[in-house]
């Protein structure tokens, strides 16, 4: 089943989108929980990181490119940042359309918060 994100991909529902060409789509975070969040999505569906196979290599590879590209334009690649892709329940995931967050612009602090 289709997600917000296909939308914003076709460009039927607005979004702040900064990047786009044949395989992937980037646009900021809707609640951006940095100075610099953006997402890059893939424009194919694919709902979660269960779901990637060896054929989608290729776009995988290109989302982080894309992802070091974009870091560079904000300028967070020499203080650093962080990518993350949440998957499931467990994960955190919200959208079921894979994406990678891409987060900078402050110290991001430890990766996970230990919680018992
Ligand atoms: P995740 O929890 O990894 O599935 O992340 C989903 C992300 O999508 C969240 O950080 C949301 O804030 C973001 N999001 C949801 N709807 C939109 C939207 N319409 N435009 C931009 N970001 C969105």
């Known amino acids: 089943m ?6 914003i991909i ?4 607005p979004s702040d989108m900064v990047f ?27 709902p979660t990181a269960n779901d990637v196979s060896a054929a ?6 290109h989302m982080f490119v894309v992802a ?12 650093g940042y962080r990518l993350i892709i949440n998957c499931n329940e ?8 894979l994406h990678l967050h891409l987060l900078g612009g402050r110290p991001l602090g430890p990766m996970l918060t230990r919680r018992t």
Not at 90 to 97: A, F, I, K, P, R
């Open 10 to 13: 076709a460009g039927e529902i």
């Open 20 to 46: 786009q060409d044949d395989q992937v789509t980037a646009f900021r975070d809707i609640s951006p929980q940095a100075p610099t969040h953006i997402l890059i999505v893939p424009n194919r569906e694919i």
């Open 90 to 97: 467990h994960g955190g995931q919200e959208v079921y359309h």
């Open 68 to 79: 070091r590209q974009l870091a560079a334009e904000e300028e967070i690649d020499a203080n």
């Open 56 to 61: 989608d290599e290729q776009l995988l590879g």
């Open 2 to 7: 289709s997600t917000i994100f296909a939308k």
